[in-house]
């Protein structure tokens, strides 16, 4: 049974200050990790763990998150801080970024590239 962020919910050490927005696929929150920083946690409703790729969709989203690490790319990307799986209503992938005050989404970027 899939279960739904709840404010002041704790989450392997991150606790919920907010939901940001729920969707078909995922929710996204922000929270606060144990140092008390603001960030921004993901919890992926699909691909349900019981797939057979599902694992290996982990592995994937980690590597991404290595590359993305990189000197190289950092100017371009928020930090990833996290990704875990825990039984959350059945085995469940989050992860954790950096939170951006006052940033731009994507579409607004590349409209104002134009």
């Not at 590359?67 to 875990?84: K, M």
Request: aromatic share 14%; proline share 5%; hydrophobic share 35%.
């Amino acid at each position: 049974m899939p279960r739904y962020p709840q404010k002041n919910a704790v989450i392997n050490g991150y606790t919920i200050t907010s939901v940001l927005n729920t969707g078909a696929f995922a929710w996204a929150c922000s929270a606060i990790n144990d140092k008390g920083e603001k960030v921004f946690l993901k919890e992926y409703k699909s691909p349900a763990s019981k797939k057979p790729w599902f694992h290996g969709f982990v592995e994937h989203n980690r590597e991404l998150n290595r590359r993305i690490a990189s000197p190289e790319l950092q100017r371009f990307c928020v930090r990833h801080l996290d990704t875990f799986v825990i039984n959350y209503g059945g085995p469940t992938i989050f992860q954790v970024y950096e939170f951006v005050e006052g940033g731009h989404d994507l579409g607004t970027i590349f409209d104002c590239a134009r």
